[in-house]
């Protein structure tokens, strides 16, 4: 096995761990209800199918139209986070009444969002997450680049940066679901737009604005995407927990 070969196991390896693992240690040890992660799967599902379907009816029609790159981001950003956590908001009304969201369940909701996209990219084998997508000729641009990487270079590609992603993205997932409970949970509105303007930044300026823009086909622009994750993420999830320590003992 070569030495690409073997990073990509360790890899794949890592993020099923990452994936499984916090959803073990919630389920068998602080006894969260699979019911949980189920609705936050769901609701992700959900959320994803008007998204694929936007993307194709709005994002891909902007973009073959050259509109200013940032607008498309912006746009792609937007409707990600408008039906992702849509659905969110739809699930919790729907089952307020027969499931009990505690501190431990909210959590869990949003654990599970990110966990199962950990799986899909860990199961992902023909890398053809992007095909159908404006982000195809992009990420095939990316992975030609790639494949000329070597040496400790590729260790940092192949596995810090994808394994940091996910992780990053769990709490990413974990504190914009979060705060939607947070909005339920105090009976304000203020939470939501924060969790959508995440989103905004998250899937549209550095997930997707990095990408059609170039700034990933160098090196400082990957570590440059990474920081600026790494600082929203941790904004958002400071954000998250400060905003539901008052309602920490209570449930939706």
Aim: aromatic letters at 14%; glycine letters at 6%; charged letters at 15%.
């Amino acid at each position: 096995m070569n030495q690409r070969k073997q990073i990509d196991f360790l890899s794949k390896t890592t993020l099923i761990v990452i994936a499984i693992g916090p959803i073990l240690y919630y389920n068998q040890i602080e006894n969260v209800p699979l019911k949980a992660f189920i609705l936050g799967t769901g609701s992700w599902g959900i959320g994803l199918i008007f998204k694929m379907i936007t993307h194709q009816l709005i994002v891909v029609r902007l973009s073959d139209r050259s509109f200013p790159q940032i607008i498309v981001s912006f746009t792609n950003g937007f409707l990600s986070g408008l039906f992702e956590l849509g659905a969110t908001v739809a699930v919790i009304l729907l089952v307020k009444d027969k499931f009990v969201f505690d501190y431990k369940a909210i959590i869990s909701f949003g654990l599970a969002i990110g966990s199962f996209e950990s799986l899909i990219v860990a199961l992902n084998f023909n890398n053809n997450l992007m095909k159908g997508t404006a982000l195809e000729k992009t990420t095939e641009a990316m992975e030609r680049r790639l494949e000329k990487v070597k040496g400790i270079k590729l260790f940092i590609y192949q596995f810090i940066f994808p394994v940091a992603e996910r992780i990053l993205c769990i709490f990413l997932h974990i504190s914009t679901r979060g705060l939607i409970f947070v909005s339920f949970l105090s009976k304000t509105i203020f939470p939501i737009p924060i969790a959508l303007l995440v989103f905004i930044i998250a899937d549209g300026i550095l997930g997707y604005y990095f990408q059609i823009s170039g700034k990933l086909l160098t090196d400082k622009g990957f570590a440059k995407l990474y920081v600026n994750l790494f600082i929203l993420t941790a904004i958002v999830t400071t954000t998250f927990f400060i905003l539901i320590l008052p309602y920490k003992n209570s449930a939706l």
